[in-house]
Every structure is written in structure tokens, then in C-alpha cells.
């Protein structure tokens, strides 16, 4: 796409005022976005800052100054402090250079410092989260019934972010800005419902859906005794409706007890997550949020002249707001489309786009109701629809809109006219139209699916165009595996493997099931006792046969030089150092033992995690099947496997859909958790606890399971999902199921054929099978690095030699035990030294400290952190001291950098106090005073890695 077409161009033109547009697939939304914005800062008096563009990743703002660049006459320096960002990364500017004190406004007696983290790691987060409810539940007993009815404390934490997303927050007495009325709920909208689904169907001659589905109702249920009957609610026989007293019934309750519950426990988590010096993404927008609300002259010196906002289908509702509050005119324009809307587990709002005018009216409303905040017309909306198509072929198009009125299961009912209504067809710009859409299954699916990929590998039948513009057979390259859920994806790789399929997974992969976890997993065990599950992994990794490792499991005698290594883990202070010991003994350096390091020194960093509480993190993490990212290098010609979310945005030749079975796509979820929150029934209670005769017993609330039973399941987002990957089909589409194809794959106008898997074990792939490679993903948010990342290797190498990793671990784990009072002796010169060098301090002393420095890179928020080996405080001064055993001083200019990092964070927490950093050379026991860098001298540092 060289120049834009007419619907392209009148956005572009747009510049002013309120804009809605409908950015269908393949559409070139990126294209005239960035175009637009180049319209708009081309302007006389306008300038980047001027102009507010919030995309959904950070990717996706690097790629949106890519492309501005060309277009106008700002460099990439010039954009570099330009806001171009994620909600989450811009809230989180704002909080670092305005938000101290912003969760006063919520009574909460803490501050927001340029030190607090950012929490991305979910299996973290869930980790102190569960010792928050830990140290909760203790300090409350009078919610000790409510516990007894929570089967997972672990669900509350995603019912808080969920709140957060909506919007509703708490105080110290009550909720901010009336948000108990969304835990109340509506019964107005409810009643709605209610009186929707209950209407009598076929004419009046067949009962209401509604009626139908209380035909389960107590169906493996136990309710209380006070719980009508079925018969009750359902109407007398041969009736068609439920009585419509029954809405009321069902939605009165008294919900106090429980309102009071999760306001306290969200309260004090909030408290708990500044205590400890963290932020999790939604609080981050919680408490920008409520900065922007409360602090008037703020927002209105900070507030754009110019606000867009890319993928506004998958916004939350306080994202949107956000977005209000950021708008100083009603320049504001939203892109997205409705059918792409597929992350409501972020807690994203389709509604937002679909409903923009009605929500644009209430959020101001709700917004100005105590003062003008919005202080621009909400009139008038300009619709503009990109229809264009630069992706697929008109057959491929044509056919994925059959996927958003398609039934999604066999009790599902699809308003197929409001959704044409809706709908915005796409017209295809592709050059050639010789589309194969088909469908097959067979019980051996991932070998049905394999023949098949090399009965398209070379087949004319299966033309793509290749990049001079004519067509070409289709290589292994050209063609990607997209599934609903990731099991079918792993899966299919392995049987890949077996058959010489060349084939790369990206998705995600289970690093608790890595062997490097598993490992420390069976260390961990042998620690605490569990020794038999332990020693069996470890003895069977060392190579013993199963009658040899039997044998040592029944004497316990195992080998010396295990159980020396035993000795040496059980010295060891923290799980940091146990789970650091375990990989070098067993060479793990690579990527694998990176992440998983790094996953648990974040966990102890925010957590007073024991090795007993670690087990149970990584079991947990075993059994949830928690992913990191992975990107596997596909080589050379090799099939792409991916989730359907994982492919959004991206395109491929040709699709394969596979694994369209039933409880795959949907997928069969179990019941949701035991308090929750859903429009227009507000915060409810699954389960409730009391007594039977004495007899304690958690009983089903029968008014939460009627009303849930009025709730949407979701399938209008498997539509949504389903078109999405249609979507991703450049020029060929393939459906593969197994025994039992789903409801989608049947009802949709296609023929499934039978067929017989024959994978041609002899032809191969001609290429190596890509291995996976871990990496952190980046986050979406500040980006981290540690002081390590900012020094050189080349200088270490070059130097004196050392004395090894080992030497240097046991020096710096014996001055973490003298310095905390342990009965340890020097054993060398070095750790006398140490000794000497402890005994002189008289102040206080901090261990093994965590610092966090954030620094701003290109506009964009980077994140140094690492741990300090000793702080002295003292009246008037803190001393930052590092330990090293080098032989020789080659390395202080990097060590300088090391400390400046330190240096700066401790500057700011102790401002009263003067702060010096030095090194000791253990090995002469003397101590090397260090000038820091400037922090602009380490962000250039942090720049100039970033760029390699």
C-alpha cells in the first residue's frame, strides 16, 4: 500500500473532532493511523506532545513512530519523548512524576516513589497475593465463614482487578465515586433480561428459554431448606413463562456482609501492595486514574489537544474514561472493530466501540457529575468505516462473516439480523481469487493434520502469491496452525517431531515443566523432607537404573557426593541462592534457568517465601500449566503453530484451523469463582457456608444460579475468535477436527470430509526441527534491566584471573550469615576479612537489599534493578558496600556502574542523609570508595544496550 484509498483519505483528513472508525481486517488501520497523525502534527502550532496516540503494546508504538517518521518532518528523536504509548506505560508516567501522593486520595496513608515496581509476573503476583490473604483472613475472623466458602483464595485477586478495570475502587469507609452501585447492580437492565429471554417462543406455543433453562435448576445442587422448589419457579405445568415475581426474588438479597468483604479485602491489599512497594497494571491506571479526578490543575495542564486511541475494541472501561480525562478537546478519535474483540479475560469491553455514543454520553455524565472535567461537546460523532481489504481474498472474506452468526453450541441462539445489522463487509483488494476453503476430520487428528500439510507443501492446487506478484506453489513457510487452546498446539509439535514435519510453536511454554524446575523442584522436596519424591527424580537424573534408585530409596544411603551437595543447599539462606546452586550444579545457563531465576528472585523480592512455600508455587504453577513466551526460531521453511490469540494482528498465507471439536472451541470451562461480578447483577456469592444440625456445610446460593442463568455465556466472543482467525487466511483456509467436529465446524457452509492420515515418514521437512527458546516477553510496561546488562563481559575476561563463581558465592553467602549474627567461622582469607570489615560497622545493617531504578530511555520507561550485597546506616550518612574477590581493580569502571544504580535509588529514599558507595576487595580486605554516574549517564548506558 503506497498511497491511501478514499476511505483512507478521508480519515487522514479528519483531523478535528469526535471520530468512530470501523478498521475492518487487513484494512490498513496502521497505515492511516500513522498518517493521520502526521496530518496532524503538520499543522501549524501542533507538535507531538500536543498529540495523545495510545496503542495496544509497546510494539506497536515503536512500529506507530516507525511509520510517522516518513511522513512528517519529525525524526525519530523527536518522537522519542512524543506520547506514543500503552494506557498502562502512560499511566504509569504519570504516576512517577505526579502520583506521591495519589493513593491519599483514597485515605490510604502510603506514597507512589520512582522506586515502586511494577508487578508483571501473574505466578508472582498470585505468590504474595496468597500471603496477603494469609495475614487477612488471621487479622479478620469475622470473615471466617465467608473463607470457608472460597474454594480458591487465589480467585479474589482476579475479582479485585476486574473491579479495578470497571472502574469501581475503594475508600477508607466506602467506595470511591459511588462505585457500590455496580456491586449493587441494576435491576432495571436486569428485569430487561429477565422479561427477554422469559418471552414464550414459536408464537406462544413453546415455552420461554428461560423456562427451559430452570429445568435444571437443583440439578447437582444443594441448596439451604428456605430454597423455593423447582416447580415454584418455574410456573405451574403447562405454563410457557416464569412468574415474573420471580426477577425480584432472585435479585433481592442482602449482599452487606459480602459488599463489606471484598471492600475490605480490596482495601487492604491496596495498602499491602504499596507496603511492599508494588503496583500491578490495573492499579496503576486505578491510581492515575483517580489522580486525574481528584487533582484539577493537573489534569488540565497535562490534558492533549489531540487524543486517539488504536484498538479501542479491546479497551476496558477505565481505559476509556482514562482517555476522557486525557482529552482537552473533543479532538478524540477511537479505532477498532467490534469483530475482533477477543480479550474480555483482560477485562476488554466491546461495548466501548459498539455502544461508543451511549457510553461517550453516561462516562461524561458520571465524570462531571461533582465538577467539569469534560468540559468539551460530546456532539457530534463522525462514523467512518475503512472496508478495503489488503489481507485476504473476497472468498475468504465472505466466508469468515458466516463465523459471527454461526451457533457456537447447540443451545445457543445467535440474533443473526442485529448482527448483519452491524456489520461492515469488506470488499478484497487481493489480485487473484482461487481460494481452497475445506474441511476434514478423522480420529488421528495431528496426523490427519500432518498429511495434509504435505498435501498442500508443493501443490498447485494451493497457489500463493509470492513477492514479484505472481503465483507460486506453497512452501511449509507459507502455511500456519492456529488452535483455540495451546495443549493441541504442543501436541501437534511433538508429533511433528516424530514425523521430520519441520514445525515451530509460538505460544507459550510451561516453564515449571522445564527440567531445570524440575530439578529444584526435587532439591526442594529433599530439603523439606519430602525425600523419597525428591531423591527419585535426582538419582534418576544422575543416571541410575529404576532397581538402583528403588534400592537407595529403601536404605537411604544414598551417594556421597549427593549428599555433600545436600549439606551445601541446606547452608544456603535464601531460595534465591538454593535455586542458583541447583543450576550451576546441573550446567543449566541458558535461557530456561534464566527465566526460571529470575521468576523465583522476583517472587522472593516481594514475598517472604520459604522453600516449603516455593514447592507449593511451583506444583501450582505444574498444575495451572502458567506460561512464559517463547519464540522459536522457525528456520527455514517451517509450518507456524500459534493460539488464535497469539495470532491476532498477523497473516499467513494459508490457515489451518485445527482441533474444532467439541469442548476444545468453545472450550469446556468449569464454574466461575465463588464471589463474582457480572453487569447487571453485581458482586454475588456462588457458595455460601453454614450448618446442617450442627453439621458444618457450604451450600449453592439458588439466587445466584438462577440469576447466571440470565447471563450471555460468552459465545458471542468464540464468534469473534473464530472470525479472527478466518481472518488471518491470506488465500487458503483448512478446518480439521477429530471424532466429534463442534457445533461451529457443523453449522458452517462447509463439507467435512473424511479422510485417511498417511504422513509420508520418508520426505521430511529438509530442514532441522526449530528448537524453543525462552525469552522474557516484554512487558507492557516499563522495560527492565539489571546493572549487570550495562557492563562489560570483555573487561572481566581480560583481566587477572579470579577464583571462579563458586569462591565468589560462598564469600558473599559467609557475610550474609556473620553480618546476621549466624554461628559461622572464616574459613580463608577473604571471609576474615569480611569479618573484620563487619565488626567495625556500628549502624544499622541491610542484607541482600532489592533496587529498582527507573530511568527514561527514548520516551520510554526502563527499569534498573539488581541487589546490594550490604547498606550501613547511620546517623547523617548510608554506605552502600559491595563485595568482590577479584585478584586484581580491572573491573571498577564496570563495578562503578554497578553501584551508581544502587547509589541513586538509596539517594532518594534516604534524602536526608548523605549516601556513599565503595567496593571491598575481600582479598585485601580493602575498601575502594566509587564516584556514581549521573542518571542521565546510566539511561544513556541502558540506550546504548537497548540499541545492539
Known amino acids: 500500500m503506497t498511497s491511501p484509498n478514499d476511505q483512507q483519505q478521508r480519515l487522514i483528513d479528519s483531523t478535528d473532532g469526535l471520530h468512530v472508525v470501523d478498521a475492518g481486517a487487513g484494512t490498513g488501520k496502521t497505515?492511516?493511523?500513522t498518517r493521520r497523525y502526521a496530518e496532524i502534527v503538520g499543522q501549524n502550532d501542533v507538535e507531538p506532545a500536543d498529540v495523545l496516540l495510545v496503542t495496544f503494546t509497546n510494539n506497536a508504538a515503536t512500529e506507530m513512530k516507525e511509520r510517522i517518521v516518513g511522513h512528517c518532518e519529525y525524526g525519530m528523536r523527536d518522537l522519542s519523548e512524543a506520547p506514543i504509548q500503552t494506557f498502562h506505560s502512560l499511566c504509569h508516567d504519570i504516576l512517577m512524576e505526579h502520583g506521591f501522593e495519589a493513593p491519599t486520595h483514597l485515605g490510604i496513608d502510603d506514597r507512589i516513589t520512582g522506586s515502586t515496581r511494577i508487578l508483571e509476573d501473574e505466578n508472582v503476583e498470585q505468590a504474595q497475593f496468597r500471603e496477603f490473604i494469609r495475614q487477612f483472613s488471621d487479622a479478620h475472623p469475622e470473615y471466617d465463614d465467608l473463607f470457608r466458602a472460597v474454594t480458591e483464595p487465589d480467585e479474589l485477586l482476579g475479582l479485585l482487578n476486574q473491579l479495578a478495570a470497571k472502574g469501581v475502587f475503594p475508600t477508607t469507609e466506602g467506595w470511591y465515586r459511588n462505585g457500590e452501585q455496580h456491586l449493587d447492580g441494576d435491576f432495571a437492565a436486569f428485569q430487561d433480561r429477565f422479561d427477554e429471554l422469559n418471552q414464550p417462543r414459536n408464537g406462544g406455543s413453546k415455552q420461554s428459554r428461560l423456562r427451559s433453562k430452570l429445568g435444571s435448576y437443583g440439578r447437582d445442587k444443594c441448596y439451604r431448606p428456605e430454597a423455593p422448589a423447582k416447580a415454584d419457579l418455574r410456573g405451574e405445568r403447562g405454563t410457557k413463562q416464569v412468574p415474573a415475581s420471580v426477577a425480584q426474588q432472585v435479585f433481592d438479597e442482602d449482599r452487606a456482609a459480602l459488599q463489606q468483604f471484598v471492600h475490605d479485602v480490596y482495601y487492604e491489599y491496596l495498602e499491602f501492595a504499596l507496603s511492599r512497594n508494588y503496583l500491578n497494571f490495573g492499579f496503576l491506571q486505578l491510581f492515575a486514574f483517580v489522580l486525574l479526578c481528584e487533582d484539577h490543575q493537573l489534569r488540565e495542564s497535562i490534558a492533549y489537544e489531540y487524543t486517539m486511541v488504536d484498538e479501542f475494541q479491546d479497551s476496558s472501561e477505565i481505559q476509556f474514561k482514562l482517555a476522557l480525562l486525557l482529552a482537552d478537546t473533543n479532538n478524540v478519535c477511537v479505532v477498532g472493530d467490534w469483530k475482533q474483540s477477543i480479550y474480555s479475560f483482560q477485562y476488554a469491553a466491546v461495548e466501548n466501540i459498539t455502544e461508543f455514543e451511549a457510553r461517550l454520553d453516561r462516562f461524561v455524565a458520571e465524570l462531571n457529575a461533582d465538577h467539569e472535567r469534560v468540559a468539551w461537546e460530546a456532539?457530534?460523532?463522525?462514523?467512518?468505516?475503512?472496508?478495503?481489504?489488503?489481507?485476504?481474498?473476497?472468498?475468504?472474506?465472505?466466508?469468515?462473516e458466516h463465523s459471527l452468526v454461526t451457533p457456537a453450541a447447540s443451545s445457543d441462539v445467535v440474533d443473526g439480523e442485529a448482527v448483519q445489522e452491524r456489520m461492515v463487509s469488506l470488499a478484497s483488494n487481493a489480485e487473484y481469487?482461487?481460494?481452497?476453503?475445506?474441511?476434514?476430520s478423522h480420529e488421528d487428528e495431528h496426523e490427519a493434520v500432518l498429511t495434509k500439510l504435505q498435501e498442500i507443501v508443493g501443490n498447485e492446487d494451493y497457489q500463493v502469491e509470492a513477492d514479484d506478484g505472481e503465483l507460486r506453489c506453497p512452501e511449509y513457510g507459507d502455511i500456519a496452525v492456529?488452535?483455540?487452546?495451546?495443549?493441541?498446539?504442543?501436541?501437534?509439535?511433538?508429533?511433528a517431531e516424530d514425523y521430520a514435519v519441520p514445525m515451530a510453536y509460538e505460544g507459550g511454554i510451561e516453564l515449571f515443566r522445564t527440567d531445570p524446575a524440575k530439578l529444584l523442584l526435587a532439591w526442594l522436596r529433599i530439603l523439606e523432607s519430602d525425600a523419597e519424591r525428591g531423591w527419585a527424580v535426582v538419582l534418576e537424573e544422575a543416571g541410575y537404573t529404576l532397581d538402583e534408585v528403588q534400592q537407595y530409596l529403601e536404605t537411604e544411603d544414598y551417594p556421597s557426593n549427593m549428599q555433600t551437595f545436600k549439606t551445601e543447599l541446606e547452608a544456603l539462606e535464601t531460595v534465591g541462592a538454593v535455586a542458583k546452586r541447583v543450576c550451576t550444579r546441573y550446567g543449566y545457563d541458558g535461557a530456561t534457568a534464566d527465566v526460571l531465576l529470575t521468576t523465583i528472585q522476583s517472587l522472593h523480592s516481594t514475598t517472604t517465601v520459604t522453600r516449603g512455600e516455593l514447592i507449593r508455587f511451583i506444583e501450582r504453577g505444574i498444575e495451572s500449566g502458567q506460561t512464559q513466551e517463547v519464540h522459536a526460531s522457525a528456520g527455514v521453511n517451517s509450518v507456524t503453530v500459534q493460539t488464535i490469540h497469539a495470532a491476532k494482528g498477523l497473516e499467513h498465507p494459508i490457515v489451518v484451523l485445527a482441533n474444532m471439536n467439541e469442548r476444545r472451541f468453545p472450550p469446556s470451562g468449569g464454574e466461575s469463582g465463588t464471589i463474582t461480578f457480572d453487569e447487571p447483577i453485581g458482586i454475588r456469592q456462588r457458595n455460601v457456608f453454614g450448618e446442617d444440625h450442627g453439621h458444618p456445610h457450604i451450600y449453592d446460593n439458588w439466587r445466584t444460579d438462577v440469576l447466571r442463568t440470565c447471563l450471555p455465556r460468552g459465545y458471542d466472543e468464540e464468534r469473534r475468535l473464530l472470525y479472527v482467525a478466518m481472518t488471518r487466511a491470506e488465500s487458503h483456509l483448512v478446518f480439521t477436527a477429530g471424532e466429534t467436529p463442534n457445533t461451529f465446524l457443523e453449522k458452517l457452509p462447509v463439507e467435512i470430509e473424511s479422510v485417511v492420515p498417511d504422513?509420508?515418514?520418508?520426505?521430511?521437512?529438509?530442514?532441522?526441527?526449530?528448537?524453543?527458546?525462552?525469552?522474557?516477553?516484554?512487558?507492557?510496561?516499563?522495560?527492565?534491566?539489571?546493572?549487570?546488562?550495562?557492563?562489560?563481559?570483555?573487561?572481566?575476561?581480560?583481566?587477572?584471573?579470579?577464583?571462579g563463581t563458586e569462591f565468589g558465592t560462598q564469600t558473599h553467602e559467609f557475610a550474609e550469615q556473620y553480618a546476621l549474627g549466624k554461628d559461622v567461622a572464616p574459613s580463608n582469607d577473604d571471609e576474615r576479612n569480611v569479618a573484620a570489615l563487619l565488626d567495625s560497622l556500628d549502624g544499622e545493617l541491610r542484607l541482600e537489599e532489592d533496587m529498582y531504578l527507573p530511568v527514561t530511555v527514548d520516551g520510554e520507561q526502563v527499569t534498573i534493578s539488581g541487589i546490594v550485597d550490604l547498606v550501613h546506616i547511620r546517623d547523617g550518612i548510608v554506605e552502600i558496600v559491595d563485595f568482590k574477590t577479584d585478584l586484581g581493580r580491572h573491573g571498577e569502571e564496570e563495578y562503578r556502574k554497578q553501584l551508581s544504580v544502587y547509589y541513586h535509588v538509596l539517594d532518594e529514599w534516604f534524602g536526608d542523609r548523605a549516601v556513599t558507595a565503595s567496593l571491598f576487595y575481600t582479598a585485601e580486605g580493602e575498601r575502594v570508595g566509587i564516584e556514581p554516574l549521573s542518571r542521565r549517564e546510566l539511561a544513556s548506558l541502558a540506550g546504548s544496550v537497548m540499541a545492539e
Open 31 to 33: 497505515f492511516t493511523v
Open 379 to 400: 456532539q457530534p460523532i463522525t462514523d467512518i468505516e475503512l472496508i478495503e481489504n489488503y489481507r485476504s481474498t473476497q472468498a475468504i472474506l465472505d466466508f469468515a
Open 433 to 440: 481469487e482461487n481460494s481452497q476453503i475445506e474441511a476434514f
Open 482 to 495: 492456529l488452535t483455540r487452546t495451546r495443549d493441541f498446539g504442543r501436541e501437534l509439535l511433538a508429533t
Open 759 to 803: 504422513v509420508d515418514t520418508e520426505r521430511g521437512g529438509g530442514t532441522t526441527q526449530a528448537n524453543l527458546q525462552i525469552s522474557v516477553p516484554t512487558p507492557d510496561g516499563p522495560v527492565g534491566h539489571s546493572p549487570h546488562t550495562l557492563m562489560r563481559d570483555d573487561v572481566f575476561e581480560a583481566g587477572e584471573g579470579g577464583r
